[in-house]
């Protein structure tokens, strides 16, 4: 094999400048362009395809920067034409030879680099490798299970390479643009004390003080309130947190937020902070798709009335219409039992919806049902509203609905003719912010509202509609525990106008905190923050704690109000969401470089791993065998 060979003098023309002498190749692959036509380079990357022509070899490689096609003639070096021969896939090449402009006729308009070939002189195989277990140059599907445990293939795929530096891009932009406006990057702890986020805590064990642990953070924010108590004013931090929580698509064990901190801050600042971040986010990182200006600022009461969710998608509308107050003198049982018993009944009204078939309707029935719902009541409005008739609708229940029934239902959801009611009755559940609404009824007409979206394809998926909500409950009913527990975290402020139901009924005071939502995701929380000793004391009693057990395990945040603290607020977006929308990615593991399986998994090193006998001795731990 060829020795490496001596770096050609780097051209001015490149568009990335390779530094220091030592590097293996003069240019990226995805760089050459017309312009260095006649230029000698040294390209180095990975074996993307190989084509034989008889005689001519053809091999387009591939770095960090793209694709250029190299070839082999057994003319111009018969040497380097037959080593070409036994190239494979993924191979790592260096190539020396002269850029030349295609043949007319053989330019691909496809490639940033199809005007141009590389005429190859000298080839040097800098590694072999085995065929890979997927298909590294085609976007095919791979079980997930194998992508993971080769991660390292998986991210050499060019859509892995493009989420990784947006990724990049989207935390330079966030850090740049928080430092231009005084905010201070700050490190937190890793091995830390337990912060509750709602999660269990990944515990790790300490070897000086057997049987006591650390927890990792679930989030920096006694950190950063107490950073705040130290008069930093403008704290931010891209934090590693974790929580021990069943996983779903959108969440991973060990995750990223953007984690932020201002004193003297009321909502307002936080949220137009916010709403400039991630306007000038998008401009910056996807031009290509569009936002909703001003961000819509929602309470949280609205929310679950229009939507029946505290993360609407509002790239689409469909919004909920409650008829409970006429349905409870229905002749319709179903109707009439549900708001008797304290329930309710509301629907949404589907445009053009009356095409739907008997199937397609029965089908959305188990998918309602499947969230809870005990069934689902369709009318199509086959007629005009305001003048129906009996042929002017279409149910299977109609001979139940009274015609005026059907028209306030069809006036107050708006329909229009073709359009398509479908009703969720639900039995009265417990009441939170929204007295006399029925549990399931609501999130089944959320899903409902996502599901028909999705069948008629009505949100546009070049659109980032971000939203704030506000106003959340400060706490909520903990079935399993029969006590009241925090929404968010023991942090947050409560309204001021709500503090006598402290005593009277906690489950109606409005809390300081937001949320960012974007397109029917929830992308982060933040609050005003409690900030006074008395207050923090007044919610850990509410919460069920008594004085030995607040001073226990809050007892440096209590102190700390004490010396100054000031008014403050603030804010944590997860960071993998944020990119996985900006990439258009339904999953956050797409654009996160070593995510875990849904089972916590990390098949690549393996983890989580036994430890050995001696490990846990030094420790002070033994391990009770889990039951079969
Ligand atoms: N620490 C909170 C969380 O992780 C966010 C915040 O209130 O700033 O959800």
């Known amino acids: 094999m060829a020795a490496v060979l001596p770096l050609a003098r780097l051209p001015r023309t490149c568009q990335t400048r390779l530094t220091g002498s030592q590097m293996l190749k003069t240019h990226y692959c995805g760089d050459l362009r017309k312009e260095h036509v006649g230029q000698e380079v040294t390209v180095a990357g990975w074996v993307h395809r190989r084509r034989d022509h008889g005689g001519l070899i053809f091999i387009d490689l591939r770095d960090r920067r793209g694709l250029v096609q190299v070839v082999f003639h057994p003319d111009d070096a018969p040497e380097t034409h037959e080593i070409a021969g036994d190239v494979r896939s993924e191979f ?55 992508r993971l445990r080769y991660r ?165 509308g469909m919004e909920l219409f409650d008829i409970s107050d006429l349905a409870g003198s229905s002749e319709f049982g179903v109707f009439r039992n549900a708001v008797e018993s304290g329930g309710a009944v509301e629907g949404i009204c589907v445009p053009g ?137 023991l942090f947050v402020a409560p309204m001021e106008e709500d503090l006598h139901y402290f005593e009277t009924d906690p489950g109606r005071i409005r809390s300081r905190a937001y949320d960012t939502i974007c397109n029917g995701e929830e992308l982060g929380s933040g609050s005003v923050r409690i900030y006074r000793r008395e207050m923090l004391e007044r919610v850990l009693h509410m919460l069920g704690m008594d004085d030995a057990e607040a001073q226990k395990r809050y007892g440096h945040m209590l102190e700390a109000f004490e010396y100054g603290a000031p008014p403050h607020a603030g804010f944590a977006p997860g960071i993998d969401r944020i990119v996985a929308q900006l990439a258009q990615e339904e999953d956050i593991r797409e654009v996160i470089a070593f995510p875990k399986t849904k089972s916590g998994a990390e098949p690549m090193t393996g983890a989580p791993f036994a430890v050995t006998e001696e490990q846990l001795r030094v420790l002070g731990i033994s391990v009770v065998k889990q039951p079969e």
């Open 353 to 489: 919806g009356t095409e739907f078939s008997r199937k397609d309707i029965d089908s959305l029935t188990t998918f309602v049902q499947g969230l809870g719902a005990k069934g689902l009541v369709s009318i199509g409005i086959l007629g005009q509203p305001g003048s129906l008739d009996e042929e002017g609708i279409r149910s299977p229940v109609a001979k139940y609905l009274a015609l005026d029934l059907v028209e306030a239902a069809a006036k107050r959801s708006d329909a229009k003719q073709g359009d398509l009611l479908l009703l969720v009755a639900g039995e009265g559940g417990k009441p939170k912010l929204e007295p006399g609404s029925s549990s399931r009824v609501r999130p089944s007409l959320d899903g409902l509202r996502r599901e028909v979206a999705a069948r008629l394809k009505l949100a546009d998926p070049q659109m980032l509609h971000y939203a704030f909500i506000t106003e959340f409950p400060l706490v909520e009913w903990d079935e399993d525990e029969e006590r009241w527990d925090a929404l968010h975290h």
């Open 152 to 316: 390292y293939l998986d991210l050499r795929r060019e859509r892995m390479q493009r989420n990784l530096r947006l990724r990049d891009k989207t935390t330079i932009f966030i850090r740049k643009f928080l430092h231009e406006r005084d905010f201070t990057e700050i490190e937190t702890p890793i091995l830390t004390n337990s912060t509750p986020e709602g999660a269990r805590d990944y515990l790790v064990p300490s070897r000086m003080q057997p049987g006591s642990f650390y927890a990792l953070p679930q989030s920096p924010q006694q950190y950063k309130q107490l950073l705040m108590v130290a008069g930093v004013e403008r704290y931010f931090q891209i934090a590693r947190c974790a929580r021990d929580e069943d996983l779903r698509a959108d969440r991973q064990p060990d995750f990223t937020q953007l984690d932020l901190e201002m004193s003297f801050a009321t909502e307002e600042d936080v949220l137009s902070l916010f709403e400039e971040l991630f306007s000038g986010l998008v401009e910056d990182v996807r031009p290509d798709l569009k936002y909703v200006s001003p961000f819509p600022r929602i309470t949280y009461e609205e929310s679950m009335r229009r939507f029946g969710t505290d993360k609407p998608d509002l790239r689409y």
């Open 92 to 146: 790592v090449l260096s190539v020396t030879g002269e850029v030349a402009a295609r043949k007319e006729g053989t330019e691909n308009s496809d490639m940033p680099t199809g005007e141009i070939e590389v005429r190859a002189r000298k080839l040097e195989v800098l590694n072999e490798a085995k065929t890979p277990p997927f298909p590294i140059n085609e976007e095919t599907e791979v079980e997930e299970l194998l």
